[in-house]
């Protein structure tokens, strides 16, 4: 069994990702770490971080994204498309740049993979996920949030990258550009795997996240609406009232301990006052939001309402 990771990149050391963090937290299971590395501006390191690594299984492939070509966020799927492309393993596990895994579930992803191998009715692994916020201290476990994803996926040739790159699908006779339409598009039949995905894509200093949303906004909906959005705006992040937010009990993958020490803006999280942040609001900040997020979490045991599915989950 060969085990391929994979992910892809731009401009990622000048937005904190922790990217490093990210390859090294599964570099021990996998085979190869195939990179799509984006042409990056002056100003960026992300291939020197990379190459930090110092590893033979990592391989870059350099590219150049083309947003009028790709328009709406499906960049990041073409980019994932070209990742998979460069693989050569049964499995291909795919991690953006700010999601870890914890090194208590490689074990526990490893021998998943084996045990499911000659199922070929099994076309993906279906992962948890928590979602950091703010700090490393709290997550986001809101309705509207999502608590699971694809992650693991077979190498087949018809199974792509979709919409923004947050999942896959089975595409028959792709023609390398719709990303986003469902005709034509089957979902991944799937089996669960007991580990999570741990993304820290919301704990940044406040300066730095608000250039990432910026940036991503930018991908999604293009410059000219993305400069009229933020105008006026503060160059820092409101993460709003963190009294809100549920504190996070466990422990953290060890590859996140020196980035974790990093951590220098407490000053700039607001601890201690409710109040309403002058942004638009997040789901998980939204009355009604919360009110179903009571729901399920006290009344339904935990059972997601009207949740996004991208995926046909298999008894296995």
Same mark, same amino acid.
């Given at each position: 069994? +060969? ?173 390398? %550009? ?32 608000? +250039?990432?949303? +910026? ?5 999604? %909906?293009?410059?000219? %609406? ?27 993958? %060890? ?42 979490? +006290? ?18």
């Amino acid at each position: 069994m +060969k085990i391929s990771g994979f992910t892809f990149a731009r401009n990622v050391s000048k937005l904190y990702y922790p990217i490093q963090e990210s390859i090294l937290s599964i570099l021990p299971i996998v085979d190869e770490f195939i990179v799509v590395l984006g042409k990056g501006d002056e100003d960026d390191n992300t291939r020197v971080l990379i190459e930090q690594l110092n590893s033979d299984k990592i391989k870059i492939i350099d590219t150049v994204w083309d947003l009028n070509a790709f328009p709406n966020g499906t960049e990041n799927a073409h980019q994932t498309d070209i990742a998979i492309s460069h693989c050569s393993g049964d499995w291909l596990f795919y991690l953006q740049a700010d999601e870890v895994v914890h090194e208590k579930y490689l074990p526990i992803i490893e021998n998943r993979c084996k045990e499911l191998l000659e199922n070929k009715e099994v076309e993906g692994l279906l992962f948890n996920y928590t979602h950091f916020y703010g700090d490393y201290n709290h997550f986001v476990n809101s309705h509207g949030w999502y608590p699971n994803e694809i992650r693991i996926v077979r190498n087949k040739p018809d199974i792509h990258s979709f919409e923004s790159a947050q999942s896959f699908r089975r595409i028959s006779d792709f023609d390398g %550009k719709s990303y986003r339409k469902y005709e034509g598009s089957h979902k991944l039949r799937v089996a669960k795997v007991d580990a999570h995905i741990y993304h820290y894509g919301w704990v940044r200093p406040p300066s730095y996240m608000q +250039k990432k949303k +910026k940036a991503l906004d930018t991908i999604h %909906k293009g410059e000219e %609406k993305v400069s009229q959005r933020y105008k006026g705006l503060s160059e820092d992040f409101d993460y709003g009232p963190m009294k809100r937010i549920p504190l996070f009990k466990g422990t953290h993958p %060890k590859v996140m301990e020196d980035k974790m020490n990093d951590f220098t803006w407490a000053d700039q999280l607001n601890y201690d006052s409710i109040y309403t942040p002058n942004r638009p609001l997040f789901k998980h900040e939204r009355v009604k939001y919360r009110l179903v997020t009571f729901l399920e979490q +006290k009344i339904l045991g935990g059972k997601h309402l009207f949740g996004f599915d991208n995926w046909e989950l298999l008894d296995i």
